[in-house]
């Protein structure tokens, strides 16, 4: 039985990761930080099937210590600082976690057992000031956040990491992906829970920023299954993974109401409190590299994901306000 270490296993992907890698009969780790506030709610239904352990990406003794005691044989790095709003408010913090946290990754496999696969969970955000439509392996980053740039750091160091000291070091550059675990600060979860809450009384109002923001939008469950396949590989590589398709924040609210039978624009407030400082452009992936080699294809299509996400909702606030 292979033995995979996931940090970040509580977030969204970490969870679905989990599942799909019980599925193919590995022992899973799971590192979680040492906190009074960690959420388990993600994986509460897997959490007798998986093995939880103490550590942080700012503490690299607790990453040696894991690595020696569970002996992986695959390490996917999902943990960071994530919430690109927050990364201007905490940049330095930002940096910590989701750039240097990654050497120290690297810096543990490397000195406990460089055979280990390393998989970095790189991101789209790289690419923000985009310099050409759509975005593939080779196009150049221009980030526009601290975690863009905190990204830019994490995906380098891990190219680095694989041609200096020969580890099999991938990086995924995921574009958006989301499902109904993702965090209600996120736009998807925040229109889809939005949209529900209006739809059973409990809300009149939803208030966004910029509805002319376009993404590549994408299903979670899909994107944990090209991570696996990275790690097969007979070689590191980078791959972005992607739907190819771009879709405007309104579009995602008119499907997510349409779908509730309500008309978007009676509800939607746009709020500048919510706008960004510096807004990425269009970013649409090209994951045909992702096709030709891994043979990964998404499965779940755009409307799909938001009717997934809306229904979800909606029966998350049922239960929880006792409505039928």
């Known amino acids: 039985m292979p033995t995979a270490l996931i940090t970040g296993i509580t977030g969204q992907d970490g ?3 989990a599942e799909f890698l019980l599925e193919q009969g590995y022992e899973v780790i799971g590192m979680v ?3 009074s506030t960690v959420n388990f709610a993600r994986i509460h239904h897997i959490q007798d099937q998986i093995t939880l ?5 700012l ?37 910590e976690v989701t750039a240097l946290g990654v050497t120290r990754v690297l810096e543990a496999i490397r000195t406990v057992d460089d055979s280990i696969r390393f998989y970095q ?11 050409e439509v759509p975005q593939w392996e080779s196009t150049p980053f221009y980030p526009r956040s ?15 990491y694989r041609e200096s000291y020969g580890l099999h070091a991938t990086s995924g550059i995921l574009f958006n992906h989301e499902s109904p675990r993702r965090g209600l600060e996120f736009v998807t979860r925040k229109v889809t829970y939005g949209v529900a809450r209006i739809k059973l009384g409990l809300a009149d109002e939803l208030r966004l920023g910029n509805l002319d923001s376009r993404r590549d939008w994408g299903y979670a469950g899909d994107y944990v299954r090209a991570m696996w396949l990275m790690l097969q590989q007979p070689l590191p590589d980078d791959y972005v993974v992607a739907t190819g398709e ?20 009676e509800y939607v407030v746009q709020d500048p409190r919510f706008m960004r400082p510096a807004e990425v452009d269009l970013l649409v992936g090209d994951a045909s ?18 009717q997934m996400m809306v229904e979800s909702d909606l029966e998350l606030l049922k239960a929880e306000h006792g409505l039928t």
């Open 53 to 57: 352990v103490s550590g942080d990406l």
């Open 121 to 131: 969970a790189s991101s789209s955000e790289m690419f923000g000031k985009v310099r």
């Open 33 to 35: 930080r040492r906190s």
């Open 15 to 17: 969870s679905y990761l």
């Open 59 to 95: 503490d690299q003794g607790s990453l040696i210590t894991i690595l020696q005691e569970y002996q992986p044989s695959e390490v996917y790095n999902l943990a960071a600082q994530s919430f690109v709003p927050t990364s201007w408010e905490q940049p330095v913090f930002t940096g």
């Open 289 to 306: 590299k992702a096709g030709q080699v891994l043979g990964w294809e998404p499965n779940v299509s755009f409307r799909e994901l938001v």
């Open 146 to 160: 601290p975690y863009g740039v905190a990204k830019v750091y994490g995906h380098w160091i891990t190219v680095n």
């Open 246 to 265: 771009t879709h405007a924040i309104r579009e995602l609210c008119q499907e997510a109401f349409g779908y509730v039978d309500l008309d978007w624009q």
